[in-house]
């Protein structure tokens, strides 16, 4: 079988109506955050999220939590049945389709789909329940019956399609902390496919809740350490020393373009490129040549040059080496555009994991409205190896229009995820 | 405990495993499931909690005794009387 070249396949605003894919509702909680309009105007305001945190075995160290309202969807005891990452996702899948403006009600909930980026799952309730048994001697007999629904990987949309009657598909997408990527580009696939017609697509974390995420950063050298938690996470600075870990989750709504028309739904942009691509060097270094790739891929199934994006959002953790070799990868693809601007959305948040993709794509979002260009903070001296033009560092920057986002989203094991959006 | 005890411990596990559930008007000769919200996974943790709290060991072929706050209380009774109540 011969593949298509990818650029030979039609961009976006050459397709049907019934093959575009529109964002159509946005729900979230980041840890500066609660809702859409909230979390934009602390990226605008420069408000961080991350905080002092403790956590068994491993002690105090920083993160960013989020502080939503739990109750708002959920009873206590699907709280107390469920995990964290599935209350996230309940609560920002409630948002998204509060936002969205569905007629909820007399929504078909078989034609809804949900699709989940997680980077791990189950580690939290692992952890618990081994901590639990050691109170006991260890004996199993006290290991907890819910340990096996909680730690299922489709656990998180699973408890949003239970908590919202759906019953569409629900799985969650397994793609490291390129995963909130990942989700939206399995919804847009599959409302293509007419797999569903709604589909609740993005990403969760509950990694805060694990010490171990923290103690392997930490052994790894790639965990953040500050005196100041608002400091912490400083991609491009030279202080950078690693990563804040954070909680949070992002759902979009997404609907095919002739649906959305149909019902007379605000659109807040269209997804008209992605693409995913694997490094296959090694199991935690990022690959410069494969990331631009990527984005390669990407801006050719879109129908677009790199010098027509206005805004692109960085994946930068914070870390020495992947910042720089991010940062490569991009000097590469967009040299010589001067309309491009880059921001980082994790020197407010830290690493929301498996939201952070969609996190940090929702941040920007609504710079197709104000024309804005939320900052990268906590850059006090920016490290030459980061240096690129455009870069949008501490201050938020009037950009006039905005027609196209992208937004990078990359993980373990070289997995690579990019996404555009374009003004609708 | 004396059975009044052994119907407080009840009670305290029923309030954290169906949080949202009002037990000041639970019928004792009644089922729990006429009354309450709770499903197989729940009653599993009523036998759950009776182990880590107690010690207390219910075999499956003795769930149907815990049907009801009387039935519980009367199975439960040889098993935790010699128990002394915190």
């Known amino acids: ?424 | 405990m004396t059975n009044d005890e052994i119907r407080e411990e009840i009670i305290d596990i029923l309030e954290d495993i169906a949080p949202d559930e009002d037990l000041g008007d639970l019928d004792d000769e009644k089922s729990f499931r006429d009354q309450l919200e709770l499903d197989s996974m729940d009653f599993l943790d009523i036998v759950m909690e009776l182990r880590k709290r107690h010690r207390v060991q219910v075999p499956e072929e003795d769930y149907p005794q815990l049907a009801s706050m009387a039935s519980t209380v009367a199975y439960l009774e040889p098993k935790m009387r010699d128990i002394v109540k915190n």
């Open chain 1, 1 to 424: 079988m011969i593949a298509p070249d990818p650029s030979s396949l039609p961009s976006s605003h050459q397709l049907p109506d019934q093959q575009r894919v529109v964002i159509t509702g946005v729900g979230l909680t980041a840890p500066n955050g609660n809702d859409w309009a909230s979390y934009r105007a602390a990226l605008l305001e420069g408000r961080s999220g991350v905080q002092p945190y403790e956590i068994r075995y491993f002690g105090k160290t920083l993160a960013g939590i989020c502080d939503y309202d739990t109750r708002k969807y959920q009873t206590r005891k699907e709280i107390r049945r469920g995990t964290r990452a599935g209350s996230v996702g309940v609560y920002a899948a409630g948002e998204a389709v509060g936002h969205s403006g569905l007629d909820w009600d007399n929504v078909d909930r078989s034609r809804v789909g949900i699709y989940i980026g997680v980077t791990e799952h189950g580690n939290v309730e692992t952890e618990n329940e081994i901590h639990e048994i050691k109170g006991y001697d260890y004996n199993t007999d006290y290991w907890s019956h819910h340990h096996n629904p909680r730690t299922v990987a489709n656990n998180p949309a699973g408890e949003i399609a239970l908590n919202m009657g759906i019953t569409g598909p629900h799985y969650t997408i397994g793609a490291a902390c390129a995963a909130g990527n990942a989700g939206l580009i399995q919804g847009a696939q599959m409302l293509r496919l007419d797999e569903c017609d709604v589909a609740l697509a993005g990403g969760t974390s509950e990694s805060i809740h694990t010490f171990g995420i923290f103690a392997s950063f930490n052994s790894q050298g790639a965990l953040a350490v500050h005196d100041n938690p608002a400091e912490a996470s400083r991609p491009f600075d030279t202080e950078r020393n690693g990563i804040v870990v954070a909680e949070g989750g992002c759902v979009y709504v997404l609907e095919r373009l002739s649906d959305a028309k149909a019902r007379g739904a605000e659109i807040y942009g269209e997804l008209v490129g992605y693409a995913i691509n694997t490094d296959a060097t090694d199991f935690v270094l990022p690959n410069p040549e494969r990331q631009a790739q990527c984005v390669r891929l990407a801006l050719r199934r879109a129908g677009l040059e790199a010098g027509q994006m206005d805004i692109v959002s960085t994946h930068a953790t914070g870390t020495t080496s992947g910042d720089a070799q991010e940062c490569q990868a991009l000097r590469e693809v967009f040299a010589g555009c001067k309309r491009v601007h880059f921001n980082n959305t994790k020197s407010y948040i830290g690493h929301a994991m498996g939201a952070a993709g969609a996190l940090e794509l929702a941040g920007n979002l609504p710079a197709f409205k104000d024309g804005v260009c939320h900052p990268t903070i906590n850059v006090d001296n920016l490290d030459p190896d980061c240096a690129l033009d455009g870069l949008v560092l501490n201050e938020p920057q009037e950009l006039g229009g905005v027609e196209y986002i992208l937004n990078n989203s990359f993980g373990m094991l070289g997995i690579n995820s990019v996404v555009i959006i374009r003004r609708y």
